[in-house]
């Protein structure tokens, strides 16, 4: 399937006056990457599905709001996010209001992956998982990451960053 600039650019705009075939097309390109973004922040497959079910349900609502200077897949993505966020306030809520624990986070939460750096990025803790997901793999800025967790300043940003490269590059060493 063809995804360049122009291609998507119809796609929006015939999305746009209500072609829902349109919409799905511009689904189907995105699908996987907000699927696979959910994934790994959350490491629930069922959390994963309802955030990018959504996520689309929430895009197909909003499409006559894209701008058309905003790239589509960005766009679906800050929903993506939202949605992301919205899971994670509730179970702490639930947690701080129950006195219990999240549910640990392992590899064998339902994820099969072969990928070694995918299980090992998978079974960090929640913020360092989240702040490393989102500034190295989904290409945030320090200060757009800052942005989502204002409870972490730039620095504190760079720091765990920096921290969670060095215990993954240990973690591989250990695996070799």
Same mark, same amino acid.
């Given at each position: ?15 746009q ?5 349109s919409f ?24 994963a599905?309802e955030?990018?079910?959504?996520? $689309?349900?929430?895009?197909? !609502?909003?499409? %006559?709001?894209?701008? =058309?200077? #905003? ?5 679906? *993505? ?11 306030r509730?179970q702490?809520?639930? $947690?701080?209001?129950?006195? !219990?624990n999240? %549910?640990p986070?392992? =590899?064998? #939460?339902?994820?099969?992956?072969k990928n *070694? ?14 702040i ?9 800025t320090?200060?757009?990451?800052s942005?989502f967790l ?7 940003i760079?720091?765990v ?16």
């Amino acid at each position: 399937m063809r995804t360049d600039h122009e291609y998507i650019k119809l796609l929006i705009g015939s999305a746009q006056r209500g072609r829902k075939n349109s919409f799905i097309d511009l689904c189907e390109i995105n699908v996987k990457k907000i699927y696979t973004m959910a994934v790994r922040i959350l490491v629930d497959l069922d959390k994963a599905k309802e955030v990018t079910v959504n996520t $689309s349900l929430a895009a197909w !609502e909003n499409i %006559k709001f894209v701008r =058309p200077d #905003t790239p589509f897949d960005i766009w679906m *993505k800050g929903i993506a996010l939202f949605n992301i966020f919205t899971i994670i306030r509730e179970q702490a809520s639930k $947690s701080e209001s129950s006195s !219990e624990n999240l %549910k640990p986070i392992t =590899p064998n #939460t339902a994820i099969h992956s072969k990928n *070694k750096l995918e299980l090992l990025i998978m079974s960090l803790p929640d913020k360092e998982r989240l702040i490393f997901i989102l500034y190295s793999i989904e290409g945030y800025t320090y200060q757009e990451v800052s942005d989502f967790l204002p409870e972490f300043s730039v620095g504190e940003i760079k720091f765990v960053v920096r921290e969670t490269r060095k215990k993954l590059i240990e973690a591989l060493k250990d695996e070799l």
